[in-house]
T-cell receptor, first 113, second 115 residues
Framework: AQSVTQLGSHVSVSEGALVLLRCNYS??????LFWYVQYPNQGLQLLLK??????LVKGINGFEAEFKKSETSFHLTKPSAHMSDAAEYFC???????????FGTGTRLTIIP | NAGVTQTPKFQVLKTGQSMTLQCAQD?????MYWYRQDPGMGLRLIYY???????DKGEVPNGYNVSRLNKREFSLRLESAAPSQTSVYFC??????????????FGPGTRLTVT
């Protein structure tokens, strides 16, 4: 069965600093991987997705993630944090051929001015 | 395109009352989903529908029923609400094509409180 672990339920970074949100997955087959962002009182919005093409995936708002099969990881990064990045971030996995997503428990990102 | 819409946005119920949450999408997607979001637990799948006329249980189906009314609409019903069903409910949809997993598009959510 597929599962996702997000290390750190809360992460704080200073404005302008590197953002690193961690996601590890378990899957018996090559997976599809997604990062979503949720702003307060809103639904989830897709940031980026990995679908077995390039291992480095670029998304919206300057975010990117790298698929590392050997580490079963799909960490989300952004070189320079903005105040507008404050939100909750969810990693999700789907096995190839399975349209259901399994979500991690989320990481709340706080940006310190 | 409105995307995925949900009604109502907020609802307060007393224990034992029933209600139906409505969801509609205008993206011609085959698959639709209902999730609940609780603090510290991420999103958990309640039910999903891979196509019009089919529904399947997800991780936490107890206490809920669903109806895939047509391709556009997927409703979630609470027959006898319990305080444990206090949560934020999200509807989502995605296209499907063979064995490819596509991203899901989410509605704005319904915040439900059961007293």
């Amino acid at each position: 069965a597929q599962s996702v672990t997000q290390l750190g339920s809360h992460v704080s970074v200073s404005e302008g600093a590197l953002v690193l949100l961690r996601c590890n997955y378990s899957s018996s087959v090559p997976p599809y991987l997604f990062w979503y962002v949720q702003y307060p009182n809103q639904g989830l919005q897709l940031l980026l997705k990995y679908t077995s093409a390039a291992t480095l995936v670029k998304g919206i708002n300057g975010f990117e993630a790298e698929f590392k099969k050997s580490e079963t990881s799909f960490h989300l990064t952004k070189p320079s944090a903005h105040m507008s990045d404050a939100a909750e971030y969810f990693c999700a996995v789907a096995d190839f051929g399975n349209e259901k997503l399994t979500f991690g428990t989320g990481t709340r990102l706080t940006i310190i001015p | 395109n409105a995307g995925v819409t949900q009604t109502p946005k907020f609802q307060v119920l007393k224990t034992g009352q029933s209600m139906t949450l409505q969801c509609a999408q205008d993206m011609n997607h085959n698959s639709m989903y209902w999730y609940r979001q609780d603090p510290g637990m991420g999103l958990r799948l309640i039910y999903y529908s891979a196509s019009e006329g089919t529904t399947d249980k997800g991780e936490v189906p107890n206490g809920y029923n669903v109806s895939r009314l047509n391709k556009r609409e997927f409703s979630l019903r609470l027959e006898s609400a319990a305080p444990s069903q206090t949560s934020v409910y999200f509807c989502a949809s995605s296209k499907t094509s063979g064995r490819v997993s596509y991203e899901q598009y989410f509605g704005p959510g319904t915040r439900l409180t059961v007293t």
